[in-house]
Structure formats: C-alpha cells, structure tokens
C-alpha cells in the first residue's frame, strides 16, 4: 500500500483530498507547513511585528487538525521559515527592488512545497505527496507530466510552471477531475469545519493583506512624478515599486483620464501612464523568457498557446530558443499587457511544456520599454 503524505492547509481542498485518498485505500497522514513568522522575520530587519498574521496562521493550524481528528488522520507540523524567507520572499522583493513584478506562489511552489516539503516527505518514507492543487497528473510523450484541471475555472497548473521535473514522479494531484462546487459538497456532506471556509486570496503562507502597506515594511515608500506618455507631469506616486504595467486603479489622477501604467524608471523614480484612449502602449507582439524550466520534451521552435498572468485565455504563440538561458514568444498579432517579472507559461493543448520569467518585451524590433522613455524624453526635450 503507498504512504501518501498530504498537505494539508487548513483550507477545503486539501482537506477534500485527504478524505478521497483515505476513501481510495492509501495510507495517509497528514501534514501542515508554517512557513512564515512576524516575530523572527521582524527580528531579521528591525521591524515591529505585522498585522496579526501570527494569528491567522494558528488559525489555519487548528483548522488542519480540526480536519485530520475528523477524517481520523495523523497530523504533521513542520517548520520551512528559513527556507521560505531565503528562497522565497528575499526573491519576492528583490524583484520589485528591481521595478518589477514577481510572482510569489510560483515561487513557493518551486522551492518549498515541492522542494523542501517533498525531500521531508521522501525523508519520512512516503511514497507520494499529494497537495489540493487544480491539476493533473498526465503523460506526455511517454514522461510525467502537468496538465490542466478539468474545472477551467480552477485550473492553477499555471503556478506549478517552476516545479522541478524530476518531482513529476512523487507527486499527485487528486482534485484533477473534481469541480470546486462537488468539493464543497463533500466537505459539507461531511461536516467538516472548514466546508464553508473562503479560499485563500493572499501572497503564498503569508495571508490576506493590505499589500501596499505591508510591502511598505520592507521597501519603504518613495513618492515620485507620475508623467504621461506626451512628458507631462499628471499627479504623485506613493512608490513607483507598488505599480504594475496595466494598472488602472489606484493612481488618483484627476482631470482627463482615466490612465493606464504602461511603464516606470526606478532610476528616476518616475511612473508612466497613458490615457486609457490610446491603448497601444499596452500591446507588445513578442517578448524574451529567461530561467526557462523545461516540463516536458518538444522541439523548436513550436506553435503552441501561452499564459502570460494566471487569468489569461490561451494565446496562440511561436515559441523558440535563443540560447542556452533565453526563449523567445512571438505574437505577431500583440498581446497586452505582457510584464516583465511575471511568469509566462506555455502548453501544447493541456500539457503544460514549461514556463520562465518575462524579462523584455518588443513592439515589432523594439524594446517597449526603452521606445516608451524615449517618446516621454522627445517630448521633455521638445
């Protein structure tokens, strides 16, 4: 019989998948990750304990053991804080020191849940680990693979695009076919305490935040010029790394408008926008892939569909190696929105082939980026 190691999260679907794994046979235990803690990180940069995430995270803890007395499952608690800290959010915000936006689950999935928490489940003899994660698990030119879930809704094979290949193997994915609705009828169906409980829509083990506040704790903010694509100077910024390229709330410009951002210059602590009338600043037809991590075996270049953000539809793309470290994705018909820091992730039908970071893109041969501060210079200069 496997020992199916489960995380469990103090959420419905891990606690779901728990239960159809019991019912299939396995033997299963359970396990809950702390990977965050205010006080120690605090401690780390001087800064005052946040916001009561201490708190919420107990809560999750006794919700994972509210779950694992009621299926009648042992229960696991295991401590990744040095781990998340080094590999996960000092990445997550050199990159916004950087001027751009990362992806922090995608992160997490790569260096803790299926990194650090899967080498303690093989540690601790299991045959498997198992997570509540909308994806499956398929076969791909006769490889492991990660295909989509069969509820699109859910699907979050997306943020699984950094996983190492060499895991496909050792782990399970049970909700695969099961549509959210159907798992919070089970959890209802079998009272568990957590049935109704909402999913969670905050940063990865850190928990539902004002963000901008909290970012601010550790990239303290820099107000700055807010300049539109014609030079002119529209309004004030709280902190040009708190914005995102098609970003249309929060900017607080009054007048004509509304604006959209289409660019920043950490350099010059400037914010770029454009008004929402002139949309093309938003569309580039092709962009560079670094830190490409392969998934599955393909020649190039391919024609396949690409996830620019989670949310996207499929986006028919050309995709091809550069070299060694860079891909290209080529749409010649321009996508928008495309922004650097953000995965792209790419698939031949279900079967995700692999994913990498964005780290330029191009209108035609042009650098959008460079193109958008030259138009704002020409006009400062005219």
Not at 8 to 27: F, I, P, T, W
Not at 49 to 77: F, I, M, N, Y
């Amino acid at each position: 019989m496997k020992r199916i190691l489960v995380g469990l999260s103090g959420g419905v679907d891990s606690a779901v998948v728990a239960y159809l794994l019991k019912e299939q046979g396995y033997d299963v235990t359970c396990a809950f990750m702390r990977n965050w803690d205010s006080i120690t990180n605090s401690d780390i940069l001087g800064n005052p304990t946040l916001d009561g995430d201490q708190c919420s995270q107990e809560k999750d803890w006794d919700d994972a053991r509210s779950v694992a007395d009621s299926l009648g499952l042992p229960l696991l608690r295991i401590d990744f804080i040095e781990e998340y800290w080094t590999n996960v959010f000092e990445q997550f915000l050199s990159t916004y020191r950087a001027g751009r936006t990362p992806n922090p689950d995608i992160l997490c999935n790569r260096y803790i849940k299926f990194d650090s928490f899967l080498e303690f489940a093989r540690e601790k003899g299991f045959d498997v680990l198992a997570t509540g994660h909308y994806a499956r698990n398929g076969v791909y030119h006769g490889m492991p693979s990660i295909e989509k879930a069969a509820d699109r809704n859910k699907d979050q094979s997306y943020f699984l695009a950094e996983v190492n290949r060499s895991c496909l193997d050792s782990i399970l994915f049970p909700l695969a076919e099961v549509p959210k609705p159907e798992v919070r009828r089970i959890a209802e169906e079998l009272h568990l305490s957590i049935a109704k409980k909402k999913d969670s829509t905050g940063i990865c083990f850190i928990g539902e935040r004002k963000f901008r506040e909290f970012l601010s704790n550790y990239l303290p903010m820099k107000p700055g010029r807010i300049v539109d694509i014609n030079g002119n100077t529209v309004g004030e910024h709280k902190g040009v790394l708190y914005y995102t390229i098609g970003q249309r709330k929060g900017l607080n410009i009054g007048g004509t408008g509304p604006y959209y951002v289409i660019g920043k210059n950490i350099h010059t602590n400037e914010l770029y926008v454009a008004s929402t009338s002139d949309e093309r600043w938003l569309y580039s037809t092709s962009c560079l892939v670094t830190g490409f991590n392969r998934l599955a075996d393909f020649e190039t270049p391919i024609h396949c569909t690409a996830k620019f953000r989670y949310r996207q539809n499929d986006q028919p793309v050309l995709l091809e190696q550069v070299d060694d470290s860079v891909w290209r994705a080529s749409y010649p018909e321009g996508i928008r929105s495309v922004t650097p820091g953000q995965e792209a992730v790419f698939y031949d039908g279900d079967t995700m082939l692999g994913g990498g970071v964005i780290d330029r893109i191009f209108l035609g041969k042009e650098d959008l980026s460079i193109k958008i501060e030259e138009t704002i210079g020409a006009h400062h200069g005219s």
